[in-house]
């Protein structure tokens, strides 16, 4: 045993002995499992007979197989003796085995281990009484010397693994001191270096040999006095766990390295040391540094951009919240961490941020996305832009999304959008509203079978009252007649302003057309009328200003919306010619005349093309009948329709614009008659009197286009004479004053026109520069009969008299007239009395 160093073989041999020299039939010994079956596994036998254990299943356990000697020396820890297997009851399990094999007595002796039985030595013999007390006590001898055996064997066979574990721990130590990134060192309680790492050695600059025995203050760089290094390395002999600490290490070239130092303290070889290890940080360091700049970098962005940043998650919850100003929060900050979105937002505006939540989701981001929130400050809008945020998983998604206050690019936009279709002055639609409203309405009337009414209305003489009495004043009257208006029709009507003093209400719910739809638009119309009749209060003025209303129907899209704007602007004409404040229909009499008056403007192209008008001349004389001069008249001469009157083409010429070249030509045509007149002294003396359009007066460079005609014949300008209307003076009336000042200075005579039927005012004609005033011939025509007439003509001829004016009275038509007149101080004359418009073969002159 005591050379054996193998314990099964130790074991073999024990019952190879115990068979050979002992005569025993068979010897085995049997180890106690603690398995769930406490069975009892064979570890070394001897004998003839072996495969008798194999049948055996014995076990330790309280059942018939754990009865037996081996389970009941196991279990009592005391050797067990049975001299008669085939008697014994105990043995009942296993009588047949052993009758078979020849087994009659045997022996079970506990091995003892420590504290508990390890197993049993059980012993076999061919006949009954075999083991005599003397035997039993000697082989009891022999299994406790075999326990001790057991047990010094597997005590030596434990130290010899716990040496080479401790081997293999100590090159494996070495192998990690010499071979770890970091620099490990050694050092004893003075500081002194016992032992480096390689790492340590390459780290500082030094071989290995340099820095054994080498002391912590050659190298350490991170203290400002040796006692504060002391004193570290002393708080770390007193720890029992590891210590940690950042300092600086000088290398051997000098240079600086920032390092991190973990270390504890431990024994080695006999005495106490601190086995440390150094850790370059310089890299984690500027990292670090990086990172905090970063960091800082990013909150001074914070803090500078207006807009709001919240971390939210996927189901809406306000994780985190970033908030330059924070009255732009719907809740305090502390309210919102934690909670939803679908908890602290109005409905609308958190359904709206889920959406841009989901989006974020499937696709990595989501912009676009605006929200209204009820601050206590007032309504703002917020633009959302939101990203999914990089390292989510899958699972526990977070978003960030920033929140963009956009409340005054709202604002403008609604602003913007307010000025593209709503009139300034009145807050009313304006054109571009209107026409898509009417579009609307027409298209209504057509699914619903139902009619729209559109009135157009234009206020009478506004642009005198604007001349007048200035602007500003105009602009408080458009503005209240726009207030008359919206109070006049239904809620859902739209009133609208297209542009000066023209208005449009449209109506879009009226039956079919019918009797009682024509009352019921006129009920409408005629509570307008009354409305927009009552005296207007406008600061220190009050006057009256009238509508003209012209009214159309529509029933879908029939007719185009251009169209029905004509029709309506039609019968609105036939209102002011029917003396205004008046209500019109269109009707297709009206049509007829609009294509009447299509017809005759495209021949007005012609005509001017063609050369199709002539001068006519109507005399004017003296007191004593002598011509001093003529007016002269256009005449239009018709291929096929023969003389169109002047008063069906020049309000065409003045609506297209024809009025300018037309006017030119008439200026041209006196001009060389003037030039002509010259070549004899009996028609040199004569003028020539033209009317000059409002337009063509204030048309640009005019008194450039008179200059240029007069140029070429050389005649005195003052023998042409233009007659002026007095509405052509009030439309902007210092740059008219100025235009005729510019003529004035070139010779021109200027006369008014039908004087005393508009609304000049004595403030601006003292400062005209006119020559003549014109009486008009309906003061003239009743002035034999009629004490007003009368009166008027007198303060004409006073006041031009006093102005240093000639008067010249147009409209005379008998000689009772002349002689009033002639006896009223007037002294030029002009009527059929004296002469009728003729063409110029016809015109007798001196």
Same mark, same amino acid.
Request: net charge negative.
């Given at each position: 045993m005591v050379r054996e160093t193998n314990e099964r073989n130790l074991l073999t041999r024990i019952c190879q002995l115990a068979v050979e020299t002992g005569g025993y039939s068979m010897a085995w010994v049997g180890y106690a499992e603690d398995d769930a079956s406490q069975s009892v596994r064979c570890i070394a036998s001897f004998g003839p007979e072996e495969a008798y254990l194999k049948q055996a299943n014995i076990t330790w356990n309280d059942?018939?197989?754990?009865?037996?000697?081996?389970?009941?020396?196991?279990?009592?820890?005391?050797? %067990?003796?049975?001299? $008669?297997?085939?008697a014994s009851p105990s043995m009942r399990s296993w009588h047949t085995a052993a009758w078979e094999h020849g087994y009659l007595s045997c022996i079970s002796l506990p091995l003892h281990l420590d504290t508990h039985v390890l197993g049993t030595l059980t012993l076999y013999a061919g006949e009954t009484n075999a083991f005599s007390s003397d035997e039993i006590e000697l082989l009891a001898e022999l299994a406790n010397d075999l326990a001790y055996g057991i047990k010094t064997l597997r005590t030596r066979q434990e130290k010899d693994e716990l040496i080479v574990a401790l081997r293999h721990e100590s090159e494996k130590n070495w192998a990690y001191l010499h071979n770890a990134s970091d620099g490990i060192h050694i050092l004893d309680v003075h500081g002194n270096i016992l032992e480096a790492s390689n790492s340590?050695?390459?780290? *500082?600059?030094? %071989?290995? $040999?340099?820095?054994?025995?080498?002391?912590?203050?050659?190298?350490?760089?991170?203290?400002? %006095?040796r006692e504060d290094l002391d004193e570290v390395l002393k708080g770390q002999f007193r720890q029992t766990s590891r210590t940690i600490f950042i300092t600086r290490h000088r290398r051997k070239d000098g240079t600086l390295i920032d390092v991190e130092v973990s270390g504890f303290p431990l024994q080695f070889n006999g005495q106490q040391v601190l086995f440390n290890a150094s850790r370059d940080i310089g890299e984690r360091l500027a990292f670090e540094r990086a990172l905090n700049q970063a960091n800082a970098d990013l909150s001074a962005t914070l803090q500078a951009i207006p807009d709001l940043l919240f971390e939210l998650s996927e189901k809406g919850e306000y994780l985190n919240i970033w908030a330059h100003d924070e009255t732009l929060l719907a809740q305090q900050k502390d309210l919102l961490l934690g909670r939803t979105v679908l908890d602290?937002? @109005? !409905?609308?505006?958190?359904?709206?941020?889920?959406?841009?939540?989901?989006?974020?989701? =499937?696709?990595?981001?989501? +912009?676009?996305?605006?929200?209204? *929130?009820? #601050? @206590?400050?007032?309504?703002?809008?917020? =633009? #959302? &832009? %939101?990203?999914?945020?990089?390292?989510?998983?899958?699972? +526990?998604? /977070?978003?960030?999304?920033?929140?963009?206050?956009?409340? &005054? +690019?709202?604002?403008? =936009?609604?602003?913007?959008?307010?000025?593209?279709?709503?009139?300034? *002055?009145?807050?009313?639609?304006?054109?571009?509203?209107?026409? $898509?409203?009417?579009n609307q309405a027409m298209a209504y009337t057509h699914r619903n079978q139902r009619t729209g009414a559109l009135f157009f209305l234009d206020l009478d003489n506004f642009k005198v009252l604007n001349d007048t009495l200035g602007h500003a004043m105009g602009d408080l009257l458009l503005r209240q007649v726009a207030q008359r208006l919206m109070a006049c029709v239904r809620e859902g009507d739209t009133v609208a302003r297209l542009g000066g003093d023209e208005f449009v209400v449209l109506l879009e719910d009226l039956q079919e057309p019918t009797l009682e739809t024509y009352e019921q638009a006129r009920s409408i119309g005629d509570k307008v009328l009354l409305t927009l009749g009552q005296p207007y209060e406008l600061t220190n003025h009050s006057l009256i200003c009238t509508p003209s209303i012209g009214v159309t129907f529509f029933h879908g899209h029939h007719i185009a919306m251009e169209e029905l704007l004509k029709q309506a602007d039609l019968a609105m004409y036939q209102a002011k010619n029917a003396g205004r404040n008046a209500l019109r229909f269109f009707d297709t009499q009206m049509q007829a005349t609009i294509n009447q008056r299509a017809s005759l403007e495209t021949a007005l192209?012609?005509?001017?093309?063609?050369?199709?008008?002539?001068?006519?001349?109507?005399?004017?004389?003296?007191?004593?009948?002598?011509?001093?001069?003529?007016?002269?008249?256009?005449?239009?001469? /018709? @291929?096929?329709?023969?003389?169109?009157?002047?008063?069906?083409?020049? @309000?065409?010429? =003045?609506?297209?614009? #024809?009025? #300018? !070249?037309?006017?030119?030509?008439?200026?041209?045509?006196?001009?060389?008659?003037?030039?002509?007149w010259q070549q004899s002294k009996n028609t040199r003396t004569l003028t020539i009197a033209i009317n000059v359009s409002a337009k063509q007066f204030h048309q640009k460079n005019f008194v450039q286009h008179i200059q240029t005609a007069l140029q070429p014949y050389g005649f005195d300008p003052a023998l042409l004479k233009f007659e002026l209307t007095e509405s052509l003076l009030l439309e902007d009336i210092e740059e008219t004053i100025e235009t005729m000042t510019q003529l004035q200075e070139i010779g021109v005579t200027l006369s008014l026109d039908d004087f005393g039927t508009g609304y000049s005012s004595l403030q601006y004609l003292k400062r005209l520069p006119l020559a003549q005033l014109k009486i008009d011939q309906s003061f003239v025509r009743d002035i034999?009969?009629?004490?007003? $007439?009368?009166?008027?003509?007198?303060?004409?001829?006073?006041?031009?008299?006093?102005?240093?004016?000639?008067?010249?009275?147009?409209?005379?038509?008998?000689s009772e007239q002349f002689h009033w007149l002639k006896e009223g101080g007037c002294a030029h004359f002009q009527g059929y009395y004296f002469g009728y418009p003729v063409p110029l073969n016809e015109l007798i002159v001196p």
């Open positions: 059942s018939p197989r754990g009865q037996g000697s081996v389970g009941t020396a196991i279990r009592s820890g005391k050797t %067990t003796v049975v001299q $008669d297997m085939l340590f050695c390459a780290m *500082l600059g030094y %071989t290995h $040999d340099e820095l054994l025995g080498m002391n912590v203050v050659q190298w350490d760089a991170g203290f400002s %006095t602290m937002l @109005p !409905p609308n505006a958190a359904k709206e941020v889920m959406t841009a939540l989901s989006e974020a989701g =499937e696709n990595g981001y989501s +912009h676009g996305h605006v929200i209204c *929130l009820e #601050l @206590p400050h007032g309504r703002h809008w917020f =633009e #959302l &832009s %939101t990203a999914l945020k990089p390292g989510a998983d899958k699972i +526990h998604k /977070h978003f960030i999304m920033i929140s963009r206050d956009i409340t &005054s +690019h709202k604002k403008s =936009e609604e602003e913007i959008q307010h000025l593209a279709y709503y009139d300034q *002055l009145t807050g009313l639609p304006n054109r571009r509203l209107f026409l $898509d409203r009417l192209r012609i005509a001017l093309d063609h050369q199709q008008f002539e001068l006519y001349y109507q005399i004017q004389v003296d007191e004593q009948r002598n011509v001093i001069g003529v007016e002269g008249l256009i005449r239009w001469h /018709h @291929p096929e329709k023969g003389m169109i009157s002047p008063g069906q083409f020049i @309000p065409i010429a =003045e609506e297209t614009g #024809l009025i #300018l !070249p037309l006017g030119q030509w008439v200026i041209e045509q006196a001009c060389a008659q003037l030039a002509h034999a009969t009629d004490d007003s $007439d009368r009166a008027i003509v007198r303060t004409i001829i006073a006041m031009a008299k006093s102005l240093d004016m000639d008067v010249i009275a147009e409209g005379v038509e008998t």
